[in-house]
């Protein structure tokens, strides 16, 4: 059968493919579309594991919130410009619906859900590599639960690199701490916290500052070192612990996370705490 051009053009809208490997499918097939499309996904699947090593330092962070659940996905490419291609954004629709689906913590859980296309993720992770020609990576997600009554925080920066959603659990109506709680991821993106609470933070990286400041402590005297190794250690929780840092928006500069929510829960006539919070950063 001859190929024409509609019909190179119909497989290359199908697929997404470039002109010369749908012409090529084609041929190959006898003109039969269904054969070709099976083909050039083959193919797909071998570029995909070509590219499986190449660095990927563009992408996206995106929040979802589906009733009591929300997530934080971050997919990864090679080049900034394909973050606003619409097969890489259907992708992302994909990764979302399934991390709804599926209840996953984590994408390898996710690979194997069938998607609205009737391929897995994985399968449609494969296609979109090979449609695109650059390595696409769905790296990381966290998600949170968001308890009936509690208020549910979230922001994502402008380029999309980075993201933050929260929990606050309020002793009585909340509403009043809608804004603070949006703040409070706001604050997470920009300063960069590695956990909520003190009991967060990864016990090799405590270990690690305590090396260091014990090679400054026990240079003083021997009296002193106890409260110098309080005093240095507690600094480094005020810089690690999101509740602990120095709120971004405080008009002094004064107060911490905790603090802020305190005083405005306070002034909302209720008591308030932070009972989950997640963050990603891209390639972070």
Known sequence: MAVTAAMIKELRDNTGMGFSDCKKALAETD???????????????????KKADRTTGEGLI?????GDDAVIL????????????DRFLAFVQMAK?????????????????????GETLEEALKGLIGTLGENVQFKRMARVKIPAGCIFGQYIHFNKKAAAVCVVKASGNGDGLQELANDICMHSVAMRPVSLGRSGVPADLVEKEKEVFMEEVMKKPEQMREKIMEGKLGKFYSEKCLLEQLFVKDAEG?????????????AAGVTAEVIDWKRLELGV
């Open 31 to 49: 003109g039969n579309m269904e054969e070709a499309e099976m083909l050039l996904r083959k193919k797909g699947i071998d570029k995909a594991a």
């Open 62 to 66: 995106l929040i979802e919130r589906r």
């Open 74 to 85: 971050e997919v990864m490419c090679e080049q900034e410009p394909t973050t606003g291609n």
């Open 97 to 117: 619906d399934a991390a709804f689906a599926t209840g996953a913590t984590t994408p390898d859980e996710m690979m194997s859900t069938k998607t609205s296309s």
């Open 254 to 266: 004064k107060r911490s996370v905790q603090k802020v929510l305190e005083d405005t829960a306070k």
